[in-house]
Nanobody, 120 residues
């Protein structure tokens, strides 16, 4: 089995920064695309950013220029550096990864989520 564990959420003032981390563990052979999604109360889940195993990135228009996604393949970890945060960024952030297990089966996995609250 594979687990994704996020950390780094919390309360921050508008204009502040946070860095989220998500570490994958378990019976991992290879990890493909990793990403971050978020869901605010009363809203649908939305893509924030993704990064391929080769480092290619994709961002939602709402976070371009403010957020940076990166990954450390040796640590099976994906990061989300969030700068210039606004109250509209308040949401539960969940990481996502496409993992090929040591048994060579591929599945999509999700973390449990971490709350990010931007408020003065």
């Amino acid at each position: 089995q594979v687990q994704l564990v996020e950390s780094g959420g919390g309360l921050v003032q508008p204009g502040g920064s946070l860095r989220l981390s998500c570490a994958a563990s378990g019976s991992i052979y290879r990890i493909g695309v990793m990403g971050w999604y978020r869901q605010a109360p009363g809203k649908q889940r939305e893509l924030v950013a993704t990064v391929s195993s080769g480092g290619s990135t994709n961002y939602a228009d709402s976070v371009k220029g403010r957020f940076t996604i990166s990954r450390d393949n040796a640590k099976n970890t994906v990061y989300l550096q969030m700068n210039s945060l606004t109250p509209e960024d308040t949401a539960v952030y969940r990481c996502n990864a496409y993992v090929t297990s040591s048994r060579y089966t591929s599945s999509e996995f999700w973390g449990q989520g971490t709350q990010v609250t931007v408020s003065s």
